[in-house]
């Protein structure tokens, strides 16, 4: 139990287009989801915290306008990276707790970015 | 914030045990102490979360001390496949009271042959 899924699992873009993950939990409702960057050799960095039904909260540094984040339901959560340049290029993971009161998170296999 | 403080990177040979210490000198209360691992161009995957003394599952042991400061996580005769990173977590509440997870740098675990 507690799969979470990623869509796409790779992704190659051109400079100034938009690019939208998919993040689902197969088998349980998130009452939180949460967006992770990660460049190569380097540890994950909180982007934002979403929740069902709410806006998200994003992190110091993280442009809300160029992240968007959709929590449209509690299986389902969109990160769209919008206008992405070559400096977005990354592997972006999500994460999904069924509590928010608990301390637990399931992690999905994260997606790679390429933009050109 | 919590923050953890782990080695920043770790070799040992197939067979041995290996012990990660971290700390987390500010925990809270509510905290509990999380370890995941990650393989490259992976997900963290989950192996052991624990709030005081000591957690064993199938795949590692969590010790930790009375006063919470540190852990270590102790994984069993590590064969090649446990080459990774190994994160250790302590919860933090938001600006809305729900969780968030803040990793630290992680420890790189080589095993050899």
């Known amino acids: 139990g507690a799969v979470v899924s990623q869509h796409p699992s790779w992704v190659i873009c051109k400079s100034g287009t938009s690019v939208k993950i998919e993040c689902r939990s197969l088998d349980f409702q998130a009452t939180t989801m949460f967006w992770y960057r990660q460049f190569p050799k380097q540890s994950l960095m909180l982007m934002a915290t979403s929740n069902e039904g709410s806006k998200a909260t994003y992190e110091q540094g993280v442009e809300k306008d160029k992240f968007l984040i959709n929590h449209a339901s509690l299986t389902l959560s969109t990160l769209t990276v919008t206008s992405a340049h070559p400096e977005d290029s990354s592997f972006y993971i999500c994460s999904a707790g069924r509590d928010r009161g608990l301390n637990e998170q399931f992690f999905g296999p994260g997606t790679r970015l390429t933009v050109l | 914030l919590a923050k953890t403080t782990q080695p920043i990177s770790m070799d040992s040979y197939e067979g041995q045990e290996v012990n990660i210490t971290c700390s987390h000198n500010n925990i809270a209360t509510n905290d509990y102490i999380t370890w995941y691992q990650q393989f490259p161009s992976q997900g963290p995957r989950f192996i052991i979360q624990?709030?005081?003394t000591k957690v064993t599952n199938e795949v590692a042991s969590l010790f930790i001390p009375a006063d919470r400061k540190s852990s270590t996580l102790s994984l069993p005769r590590v064969s090649l496949s446990d080459t990774a990173v190994y994160y250790c977590l302590v919860g933090d509440i938001d600006s809305t009271g729900g969780f968030k997870t803040i990793f630290g740098a992680g420890t790189r675990l080589f095993v050899k042959a």
């Open positions: 624990g709030y005081k």
